[in-house]
């Protein structure tokens, strides 16, 4: 009997290499690794991957031949890919049937269908309602429920590896990084700990994990000032953190990404959340730990830190997405 085919979209990015690597050692599934650039497609087999397939989600003529087979999906999409994504669910609305799972990458706080969110009035400060960022992740997850497919989703907090890569020229060279977090505590998430997560889910299916959403955090809250002294124990050397105004940060990054770094300053993301250690059955990785360990996939968080990342200084990532409706 031949094993069932999962897709995994993204399956280059941290989570994804992750999850490749840890589906290949089960050999429950037959995997497919979805890639974007073919320079890619050795690294994902030398992970693990029983096949590589390219696939964009702004080129729908890429969607039949990944989808071919498959009985589960590991979805996931950069930010700015929301249209892309939205599109991409209306096709697997026409495979309901063959399509079992989906287990969706999302982030912590797009909770319209488990608690009472109203955009305007649901806040950490007056005047300030649910950034943009998380009303797109709902909107990404709806759109797969509204497709009739058995959904699992994991609601992320901020990951520990996308925390400070805007910075790594200052972080190298002169020992320095900068954002407007300041003293607020957040529960920083590992990539590897989602994906172990996601491994899990798609291993137990949607008999189980159907309908249900999962909040994923790191293991304890950190300040700026204790991610600097992990970082610099990690490295080897001292690395400062030095305050940034929000006002810079949102002329660095645009208006989006400074609505969600605001509701981070403001406390939104300090909970640490069970529900790792409830799929799992061991607490979640720790900022230093991760840094200095290596993932399935053979890598450390410290050599991911230099590896490639979607925002830059003086661009507005967001700027199109913010554009999108429903």
């Given at each position: 009997?031949?094993?069932?085919v999962?897709?995994?979209t993204?399956?280059t990015g941290?989570?994804g290499k992750e999850l490749?690597?840890r589906?290949?050692?089960?050999g429950e599934f037959?995997?497919?690794?979805?890639?974007?650039?073919?320079?890619?497609?050795?690294?994902?087999?030398?992970?693990?991957a029983?096949?590589?397939?390219f696939?964009d989600l702004?080129?729908?003529?890429s969607w039949p031949a990944?989808?071919?087979?498959?009985?589960?999906i590991y979805?996931?999409?950069?930010?700015p890919?929301?249209?892309?994504?939205?599109?991409f669910?209306?096709?697997?609305?026409?495979r309901?049937d063959s399509?079992?799972h989906?287990v969706?990458v999302?982030?912590?706080g797009?909770?319209?269908n488990?608690?009472?969110y109203?955009?305007?009035?649901?806040?950490?400060?007056?005047?300030?309602?649910?950034?943009?960022?998380?009303?797109?992740?709902?909107?990404?997850?709806k759109?797969l429920?509204?497709?009739?497919?058995?959904?699992?989703?994991?609601r992320?907090n901020?990951?520990?590896?996308?925390?400070?890569?805007?910075?790594?020229e200052t972080?190298?060279?002169?020992?320095?990084?900068?954002?407007?977090?300041?003293d607020?505590?957040?529960?920083?998430?590992?990539?590897?700990?989602?994906?172990?997560?996601a491994a899990?889910?798609?291993?137990?299916?949607p008999?189980?994990?159907?309908?249900?959403f999962?909040?994923?955090?790191g293991?304890?809250?950190?300040?700026?000032?204790?991610?600097?002294?992990?970082?610099?124990?990690?490295?080897?050397?001292?690395?400062e953190?030095?305050a940034?105004?929000m006002t810079d940060f949102?002329?660095?990054f645009?208006?989006?990404?400074?609505e969600?770094?605001e509701?981070?300053?403001?406390?939104?993301?300090c909970?640490c959340?069970?529900?790792?250690?409830?799929?799992?059955?061991?607490?979640p990785t720790?900022?230093?730990?991760y840094?200095?360990t290596?993932g399935v996939?053979?890598e450390?968080?410290l050599?991911e830190l230099?590896?490639g990342?979607?925002?830059?200084?003086?661009?507005?990532?967001m700027?199109?997405?913010a554009?999108?409706?429903?």
């Amino acid at each position: 009997m031949s094993k069932p085919v999962v897709l995994i979209t993204s399956a280059t990015g941290r989570i994804g290499k992750e999850l490749v690597a840890r589906l290949a050692r089960s050999g429950e599934f037959t995997v497919r690794a979805c890639y974007h650039s073919e320079a890619k497609a050795a690294e994902l087999k030398a992970l693990g991957a029983d096949e590589t397939v390219f696939f964009d989600l702004n080129d729908a003529s890429s969607w039949p031949a990944a989808l071919e087979s498959v009985s589960a999906i590991y979805s996931a999409s950069l930010d700015p890919m929301l249209q892309g994504h939205l599109n991409f669910c209306e096709e697997l609305a026409r495979r309901s049937d063959s399509i079992k799972h989906v287990v969706r990458v999302s982030c912590m706080g797009a909770d319209t269908n488990t608690a009472s969110y109203d955009a305007e009035t649901h806040a950490s400060r007056a005047g300030a309602a649910i950034p943009l960022m998380l009303q797109h992740y709902w909107w990404g997850e709806k759109a797969l429920i509204d497709a009739g497919l058995n959904v699992t989703v994991l609601r992320n907090n901020f990951f520990m590896n996308h925390l400070l890569k805007t910075d790594c020229e200052t972080i190298a060279a002169e020992g320095w990084f900068s954002n407007p977090l300041g003293d607020a505590r957040n529960s920083f998430v590992a990539t590897r700990d989602i994906a172990e997560a996601a491994a899990v889910i798609l291993h137990e299916g949607p008999e189980r994990h159907d309908n249900k959403f999962y909040d994923i955090t790191g293991p304890a809250p950190q300040s700026m000032t204790e991610i600097a002294a992990d970082l610099g124990r990690a490295m080897g050397k001292e690395i400062e953190y030095r305050a940034q105004s929000m006002t810079d940060f949102e002329n660095d990054f645009g208006a989006t990404r400074a609505e969600f770094f605001e509701y981070l300053v403001n406390g939104f993301y300090c909970r640490c959340s069970p529900d790792f250690y409830n799929l799992t059955g061991h607490k979640p990785t720790s900022y230093f730990d991760y840094l200095t360990t290596q993932g399935v996939s053979g890598e450390t968080g410290l050599e991911e830190l230099w590896q490639g990342n979607l925002w830059k200084k003086g661009q507005d990532a967001m700027k199109e997405a913010a554009q999108v409706s429903k």
